[in-house]
């Protein structure tokens, strides 16, 4: 079975601090790599793609590492509502399959 | 533009009882899919579909059983629900040229 492992936390994150997470992927086939959220009791939502030469949005940096096969993300300036479980998803890249999903990382921002 | 909507939003079942969970999409998306949510273990992959007419097993699709008769809709049935089908039941969809999934509200399922 495809893995993809993440700390579960909780993380307790003061307001306005930086916290980091990491996830490592078992299959070095794998070709795309994303960081989705998720809020309690909802659906997932796609919160950024992972490229190989990184990428930024706003506070949010993801960063891919294929030798190591892990992918990581940084939040800056945390904000209340970055408290959420953020999951770090990898695809074959084959189309039509369906994605690889780690357990989450569950992030408290305590004010 | 409602997006990706799931019927029900919650139900109850005795063991041995079938139902049918309904997916509906106006995205006009190919891909279509159905995955379980458990305390502890992530989101898992059930079944697939890659367009009107076709399905394909993923990862758990024991004890399941889906249909694609409309582009639209994606259809995922358990014939005798056990307790150990007590999930939450995400369908998404993702159109041919992205990876992206977009997914549903989710259906909480018990089966007591």
């Known amino acids: 079975r495809k893995e993809v492992e993440q700390d579960p936390g909780p993380f307790n994150v003061p307001e306005g601090a930086t916290v980091a997470f990491n996830c490592t992927y078992s299959?070095?086939?794998?070709?795309?790599f994303f960081w989705y959220r998720q809020d309690c009791r909802k659906e997932p939502k796609l919160l950024m793609s992972v490229y190989s030469s990184g990428n930024e949005d706003g506070r949010f940096t993801a960063q891919l590492n294929r030798a190591s096969q892990y992918i990581s993300l940084l939040i800056r300036d945390s904000k209340l509502s970055d408290s959420a479980t953020y999951l770090c998803v990898v695809t074959d890249g084959g189309g039509a399959d369906g994605l690889t999903f780690g357990k989450g990382t569950h992030l408290i921002i305590q004010p | 533009n409602a997006g990706v909507t799931q019927t029900p939003k919650f139900r109850v079942l005795k063991t041995g009882q079938s139902m049918t969970l309904l997916c509906a999409q106006d995205?006009?998306?190919?891909?279509m899919y159905w995955y379980r949510q458990d305390p502890g273990m992530g989101l898992r992959l059930i079944h697939y579909s890659v367009g009107e007419g076709t399905t394909a097993k993923g990862e758990v699709p024991d004890g399941y059983n889906v249909s694609r008769l409309k582009k639209q809709n994606f259809l995922l049935g358990l014939e005798s629900a056990a307790p150990s089908q007590t999930s939450v039941y995400f369908c998404a969809t993702k159109p041919v040229e992205s990876y992206e999934q977009y997914f549903g509200p989710g259906t909480r399922l018990t089966v007591t």
């Open positions: 299959n070095s086939a794998s070709q795309s």
């Open positions: 995205m006009n998306h190919e891909y």
